[in-house]
Each structure stands twice: as C-alpha cells, then as structure tokens.
C-alpha cells in the first residue's frame, strides 16, 4: 500500500469515521501515516476537551495501528527553511501547518488535507524549490527496524 500523511483534520475525522465520502474513497488502498505534530494535536485536544478514559484508550487504539513519523534534524531544517520563505514572501503559515508541510518534503510523502487554502499556499514544487540543496537522510531512517511497528 501506498502511504499518505493525514493532516490533523483529515487523522481526527478518520478517527471518527467521519471522512467525506470523496476523501474517503481516495484513501482506500493507501496506508495512513499520521506526523509528530499531528499526534501531539491529538493529544492536545483529548486534553482540552476533557476526554474520559473511554475516548482516550479509542484514540489510543486508533494511533497504535498507524505509523507515526518522527521530528529530527532534517524535519527541522526542512521547517525551517519553509517558514522562512514563507516569512520572506509575506505569507507566514500556522506553525503546526508548516511542520506537517516540512514531513511530507523530507520523507517525500503525499498528503491528505481538506485544507485547500493551505494546498494553494504550498504547492509542492515551491516547497522543493524552498528545500533545493538541502538532503532528506530521514528517508533512509524512516526504512529501519521498528519504524512500521510502532505500538504507542
């Protein structure tokens, strides 16, 4: 199967069985793949909301069978470089917004967002073109042991 990121929206109504049918039906054969930032949204927000034990040990069982990518150097540097053009052009986005952004470049994957002013801001030939000359070594990280099995 074929991985895609979840932006936060999209991981929280498919969590709920709640996705657009349209979204829905471009997920089927892909494996969803949530990011660092999107977990601690979640996390986040089951905080807010006052979530009992019930719904928390549900989120928890949700995220135990995805793989969730992690922050590191070149997420960092990838983010970095994408808030900065950003910034440059005029435009500065969310900060979770771009870490999401800076995930797909770095481990070159697509993602799934119903977010279609963020798509227009960003599309992915400028973020390339904002990474250009930078190496992307979490690629090759994101193949190890345990990276697909991650249980919490």
């Keep these: 199967m074929q991985p895609v990121i979840l932006d936060t929206d999209v991981a929280s109504l498919s969590h709920k069985d709640r996705l657009p049918d349209p979204l829905a039906t471009r997920l089927i054969g892909r ?36 793989v969730v990518l ?14 900065a053009a950003a910034t440059l052009r005029g435009r ?4 979770n917004e771009m870490w999401v952004a800076a995930c797909c470049l770095t481990y070159d994957l697509p993602l799934a ?7 227009a801001a960003h599309p992915r030939r400028r973020l ?20 697909l099995n991650r249980t919490t």
Excluded: M
């Design 31 to 66: 494996r969803p793949i949530i990011t660092f930032i999107t977990l601690g949204e979640l996390a986040k927000w089951a905080e807010i909301r006052h979530w009992g034990t019930r719904s928390r040990q549900a989120l928890a069982d949700w995220i135990s069978g995805l």
């Design 128 to 147: 390339a073109r904002a990474l250009r000359g930078y190496a992307a070594p979490a690629r090759l990280a994101c193949r190890g042991p345990g990276w």
């Design 113 to 119: 967002t119903l977010n279609l002013k963020a798509r």
């Design 70 to 83: 992690p922050g590191n150097d070149a997420v960092a540097v990838s983010w970095g470089r994408l808030s």
């Design 92 to 95: 500065p986005r969310p900060v």
